[in-house]
């Protein structure tokens, strides 16, 4: 044993340092979880305000410790490196795991040790936890509103249909990837309003009709987000050529209609689809909530999607321009084969981001009285039966949102990686 | 080739000119049979109706115009609050993400990665009916701070109650022009001798020291009133004095903030990632110290990158806040486009006022911000 020093922990006496350093590691984090957890306070000798930071100062010590450069054991320099740099660094570090201690362990109480699985009624729920049994008797609701159980069959069917057809463009042969642009843009949807129209729908063919009122849940969410997607894509694209144009009638209408859609609130749009609208079309024509939405949302996030575009359209460098101008290509040729499929790929991240939004902009569509899956939620909230659980309704809501966006933002970065190119 | 510019430019012409001419013909037969006249006449009308939070003086009694100033006043409070706090929760995480500390920059991600990907209504929504319903009552609320309650009725804090509260204005104005000025004098010493002054501290002082003379001199004189529980009925309490937040005002400000906050932070990250390893090297190698480097060099570049698109998202948060209506925050759009119009059914001057205010501020903020980034772009020669 040479000289033991606590105040700058070396390589020499590295087994007591590090015992000693788990040690008081360990006691900060007994400490923290006794305290919170056990209502007992083992410093409690010690005077008030020392004893509710001890857990960091016993985690501070142990950190400062084991803080030994070069050790030869990987784990340890590996761990030293990552969060454990200098003090400040450690404290923080130290924080952030009391934190995270101090946050799971309610959370994971209420979702699952807590909470209630098994039963059919609210009655079942008895635990302090979430009741789950809540989210079990109102799924079908949540997923398709209104829409008679009956005649569910026909939502799943078309879904499956509309999901096989769009991932049979994937394994298309080689020789007919030229039509692919034509089958996504103008095939597809054509079909899939078919679909909906005869399917969901329904009046024909001897399915019962089913007004679109009726429609809801989380299909309802899907069903505007496919269409606005699909169609605010190529109207996005028109309006920023349009901003680029030469033609001082095109360019400027273009700007003020994208100005326009940028500067206001989707909601006031909504408003403005449902009660302004009606006003401008000739008396006794209607046309169906659903569609104006649809409409709205689109031309809504087309004026977004158009600046995306516009920006890969400035980043391109005039030399594309010169160069394709100088084989003698028109505007449309020179557009459509060389410009587009070059700025379209720079902004892969921007357009993924609208499209994000636009998914996360479809429970606005209450405002016209269309429920999807928020607005099931707010519904089945205030129904006699089951008051008092609208927090594991906006959870559930929450995560299936979740998951559907952060998977989408995950394969736009894949795209974007694959699509990039070296200049 | 001359007709191939006209053409285009013709039919756009013409196409816009059929839709809107059929729209107004349709809107002029829809209000000429129904019996209602285009005009703005109804703003002076009486409102009669309640709003229950207001910054101004307002009842019944006033005018629909009184209501609209309302509204439009309830929405850019929050805007403002929720801008401050998104900007400050937002360059914190931006920057903890940068951390070589794996758990700090794991957390951070955690959090931007979860509140951007759920939709904004959805969280003020959870805020409102679950969280804060969850919230006790006033007579059970424990005192925070020595000085609040966080009730289900919203939170209860202290409020200062000024005398003379226009000569301690006056005077922080008088203060900050000042401050302007010696900044512009120790600026141009600094240039012309090379005699530097310790400018930060001498702007604090000024800052302090001028609007608390007035207390001295100017007869300005700050108390602090608290919330005191009383009871109405039997079962039924309140809070007197203070000041009171509703908890509509507090779900959607903690909504906007902490979504907002995510799009910020990933601003602030890419900015500061986008300051070249060599600018610091070289800052360093000149002899500057670390938080010269980080406010001569990093800091300044930085914000060119950050800038525009962080104005981007005050102006989405602008126009989110109009989802208050959603949980009947009376906000422009729930007070002027929800009640006003249900009330008068003048659907087209409504929602077009309502409109054209949200153009008017969207525009506003996006010219000065082109302004802006003209004034700090770099001078490429």
């Given at each position: 044993m040479n000289n033991v020093n606590f105040l700058k922990p070396n390589k020499e006496n590295l087994n007591l340092y590090l015992v000693l350093g788990a040690l008081f590691f360990t006691l900060g984090i007994v400490d923290f979880c006794l305290n919170n957890f056990?209502?007992?306070?083992?410093?409690?000798?010690?005077p008030g305000f020392i004893s509710f930071f001890t857990p960091l100062i016993f985690g501070l010590i142990g950190l400062h410790l084991i803080?030994?450069?070069?050790?030869?054991i990987k784990l340890l320099d590996e761990l030293n490196k990552n969060i454990n740099t200098n003090n400040f660094n450690a404290a923080l570090s130290v924080s952030i795991i009391i934190l995270i201690i101090f946050g799971v362990a309610p959370l994971l109480n209420w979702f699952i040790?807590?909470?209630?699985?098994?039963?059919?009624?609210?009655?079942?729920?008895?635990?302090?936890?979430?009741?789950?049994v809540y989210i079990k008797t109102w799924f079908n609701r949540f997923m398709?509103?209104?829409?008679?159980n009956a005649e569910q069959w026909r939502v799943n069917a078309t879904f499956i249909i509309v999901l096989g057809l769009m991932a049979a463009g994937y394994f298309f042969p080689l020789r007919y990837k030229k039509y692919l642009t034509f089958y996504y843009v103008i095939f597809l949807p054509i079909i899939s309003f078919l679909l909906i129209y005869?399917?969901?729908?329904?009046?024909?063919?001897?399915l019962e009709w089913v007004e679109t009122g009726a429609w809801g849940g989380l299909s309802l969410t899907f069903i505007v987000s496919f269409f606005s997607l699909i169609f605010c894509f190529p109207i996005g694209m028109m309006l920023a050529l349009g901003r680029r144009s030469d033609l001082a009638v095109v360019k400027y209408s273009s700007l003020s209609f994208i100005e326009f859609w940028r500067g206001v609130p989707l909601i006031t749009v909504l408003f403005m689809s449902a009660v302004m609208f009606p006003m401008f079309l000739p008396d006794g024509t209607y046309v169906d909530k659903l569609i104006r939405v649809i409409v709205a949302i689109t031309l809504f996030e087309a004026a977004y999607t158009a600046e995306v575009i516009r920006g890969g359209l400035q980043a391109l460098p005039r030399g594309q321009y010169d160069a394709a101008k100088s084989l003698g290509m028109g505007y449309w040729r020179l557009h459509l084969l060389v410009i587009l499929p070059q700025a379209l790929k720079l902004v892969i991240p921007g357009i993924a981001n609208t499209f994000l939004a636009l998914v996360k902009d479809t429970p606005l569509i209450f405002v016209v009285g269309l429920l999807e899956l928020v607005g099931m939620l707010n519904l089945a909230k205030t129904n006699p039966k089951w008051l008092g659980f609208s927090m594991e309704g906006y959870v559930f809501a929450g995560i299936i949102f979740w998951i559907i966006c952060y998977s989408m933002s995950k394969y736009s970065q894949k795209l974007e990686l694959k699509f990039k190119t070296d200049r | 080739m001359k007709f191939k510019k006209i053409l285009p430019q013709f039919l756009t012409l013409l196409f816009i000119v059929l839709i809107f001419g059929f729209f107004t013909m349709n809107a002029q037969e829809n209000m000429d049979t129904r019996g209602i006249q285009f005009g703005f006449?109804?703003?002076?009308?009486?409102?009669?109706f309640d709003i229950q939070f207001s910054l101004i003086d307002y009842d019944g009694s006033r005018s629909y115009a009184r209501a609209y100033l309302v509204g439009l006043l309830n929405t850019l409070l929050v805007s403002v609050i929720g801008i401050i706090l998104s900007t400050i929760l937002g360059v914190i995480i931006g920057v903890a993400r940068l951390s070589p500390n794996y758990l700090i920059n794991k957390t951070a991600s955690f959090y931007v990665e979860f509140f951007r990907n759920v939709p904004l209504l959805l969280q003020i929504f959870f805020w409102y009916f679950a969280a804060l319903r969850a919230l006790p009552m006033p007579e059970d609320a424990p005192l925070i701070f020595g000085s609040s309650y966080m009730t289900i009725k919203g939170l209860y804090t202290i409020a200062p109650v000024w005398n003379n509260f226009d000569v301690f204005f006056g005077a922080l104005i008088i203060a900050m022009i000042i401050i302007f000025f010696f900044n512009k004098f120790a600026k141009r010493k600094q240039e012309e001798e090379g005699k530097q002054y310790p400018k930060f501290l001498i702007s604090l002082g000024i800052f302090i020291i001028i609007p608390a003379l007035t207390f001295i001199v100017g007869g300005v004189d700050l108390s602090w009133s608290f919330p005191e529980l009383k009871q109405l009925a039997k079962t039924s309490f309140t809070f007197e004095g203070g000041l009171g937040i509703p908890p509509e005002l507090i779900a959607l400000t903690l909504a906007l903030t902490l979504y907002t906050a995510t799009f910020i932070a990933e601003n602030v990250r890419a900015g500061i990632q986008g300051i070249g390893k060599g600018q610091k090297e070289a800052a360093a190698s000149i002899g500057l110290t670390p938080s010269q480097v980080l406010k001569l060099v990093v800091m300044p570049q930085a914000l060119r990158i950050i800038i525009p698109p962080t104005t981007n998202q005050y102006l989405n948060l602008t126009k989110n806040s109009s989802l208050a209506a959603a949980i009947a925050y009376p906000d422009l759009v729930l007070v002027f486009a929800g009640t006003a119009m249900m009330q008068t059914g003048r659907a087209i001057e409504i929602v077009g006022i309502t409109m054209a205010t949200y153009l008017t501020i969207s525009l506003s903020i996006s010219a000065f911000m082109n302004w802006y980034n003209k004034r700090i772009a770099i001078q490429e020669k």
């Amino acid at each position: 044993m040479n000289n033991v020093n606590f105040l700058k922990p070396n390589k020499e006496n590295l087994n007591l340092y590090l015992v000693l350093g788990a040690l008081f590691f360990t006691l900060g984090i007994v400490d923290f979880c006794l305290n919170n957890f056990y209502k007992t306070n083992i410093t409690g000798f010690l005077p008030g305000f020392i004893s509710f930071f001890t857990p960091l100062i016993f985690g501070l010590i142990g950190l400062h410790l084991i803080r030994i450069e070069f050790s030869g054991i990987k784990l340890l320099d590996e761990l030293n490196k990552n969060i454990n740099t200098n003090n400040f660094n450690a404290a923080l570090s130290v924080s952030i795991i009391i934190l995270i201690i101090f946050g799971v362990a309610p959370l994971l109480n209420w979702f699952i040790l807590d909470a209630t699985f098994v039963g059919d009624s609210k009655e079942a729920c008895t635990g302090g936890g979430a009741c789950w049994v809540y989210i079990k008797t109102w799924f079908n609701r949540f997923m398709y509103g209104m829409y008679p159980n009956a005649e569910q069959w026909r939502v799943n069917a078309t879904f499956i249909i509309v999901l096989g057809l769009m991932a049979a463009g994937y394994f298309f042969p080689l020789r007919y990837k030229k039509y692919l642009t034509f089958y996504y843009v103008i095939f597809l949807p054509i079909i899939s309003f078919l679909l909906i129209y005869y399917l969901i729908s329904g009046g024909e063919f001897g399915l019962e009709w089913v007004e679109t009122g009726a429609w809801g849940g989380l299909s309802l969410t899907f069903i505007v987000s496919f269409f606005s997607l699909i169609f605010c894509f190529p109207i996005g694209m028109m309006l920023a050529l349009g901003r680029r144009s030469d033609l001082a009638v095109v360019k400027y209408s273009s700007l003020s209609f994208i100005e326009f859609w940028r500067g206001v609130p989707l909601i006031t749009v909504l408003f403005m689809s449902a009660v302004m609208f009606p006003m401008f079309l000739p008396d006794g024509t209607y046309v169906d909530k659903l569609i104006r939405v649809i409409v709205a949302i689109t031309l809504f996030e087309a004026a977004y999607t158009a600046e995306v575009i516009r920006g890969g359209l400035q980043a391109l460098p005039r030399g594309q321009y010169d160069a394709a101008k100088s084989l003698g290509m028109g505007y449309w040729r020179l557009h459509l084969l060389v410009i587009l499929p070059q700025a379209l790929k720079l902004v892969i991240p921007g357009i993924a981001n609208t499209f994000l939004a636009l998914v996360k902009d479809t429970p606005l569509i209450f405002v016209v009285g269309l429920l999807e899956l928020v607005g099931m939620l707010n519904l089945a909230k205030t129904n006699p039966k089951w008051l008092g659980f609208s927090m594991e309704g906006y959870v559930f809501a929450g995560i299936i949102f979740w998951i559907i966006c952060y998977s989408m933002s995950k394969y736009s970065q894949k795209l974007e990686l694959k699509f990039k190119t070296d200049r | 080739m001359k007709f191939k510019k006209i053409l285009p430019q013709f039919l756009t012409l013409l196409f816009i000119v059929l839709i809107f001419g059929f729209f107004t013909m349709n809107a002029q037969e829809n209000m000429d049979t129904r019996g209602i006249q285009f005009g703005f006449g109804f703003l002076k009308q009486e409102a009669s109706f309640d709003i229950q939070f207001s910054l101004i003086d307002y009842d019944g009694s006033r005018s629909y115009a009184r209501a609209y100033l309302v509204g439009l006043l309830n929405t850019l409070l929050v805007s403002v609050i929720g801008i401050i706090l998104s900007t400050i929760l937002g360059v914190i995480i931006g920057v903890a993400r940068l951390s070589p500390n794996y758990l700090i920059n794991k957390t951070a991600s955690f959090y931007v990665e979860f509140f951007r990907n759920v939709p904004l209504l959805l969280q003020i929504f959870f805020w409102y009916f679950a969280a804060l319903r969850a919230l006790p009552m006033p007579e059970d609320a424990p005192l925070i701070f020595g000085s609040s309650y966080m009730t289900i009725k919203g939170l209860y804090t202290i409020a200062p109650v000024w005398n003379n509260f226009d000569v301690f204005f006056g005077a922080l104005i008088i203060a900050m022009i000042i401050i302007f000025f010696f900044n512009k004098f120790a600026k141009r010493k600094q240039e012309e001798e090379g005699k530097q002054y310790p400018k930060f501290l001498i702007s604090l002082g000024i800052f302090i020291i001028i609007p608390a003379l007035t207390f001295i001199v100017g007869g300005v004189d700050l108390s602090w009133s608290f919330p005191e529980l009383k009871q109405l009925a039997k079962t039924s309490f309140t809070f007197e004095g203070g000041l009171g937040i509703p908890p509509e005002l507090i779900a959607l400000t903690l909504a906007l903030t902490l979504y907002t906050a995510t799009f910020i932070a990933e601003n602030v990250r890419a900015g500061i990632q986008g300051i070249g390893k060599g600018q610091k090297e070289a800052a360093a190698s000149i002899g500057l110290t670390p938080s010269q480097v980080l406010k001569l060099v990093v800091m300044p570049q930085a914000l060119r990158i950050i800038i525009p698109p962080t104005t981007n998202q005050y102006l989405n948060l602008t126009k989110n806040s109009s989802l208050a209506a959603a949980i009947a925050y009376p906000d422009l759009v729930l007070v002027f486009a929800g009640t006003a119009m249900m009330q008068t059914g003048r659907a087209i001057e409504i929602v077009g006022i309502t409109m054209a205010t949200y153009l008017t501020i969207s525009l506003s903020i996006s010219a000065f911000m082109n302004w802006y980034n003209k004034r700090i772009a770099i001078q490429e020669k």
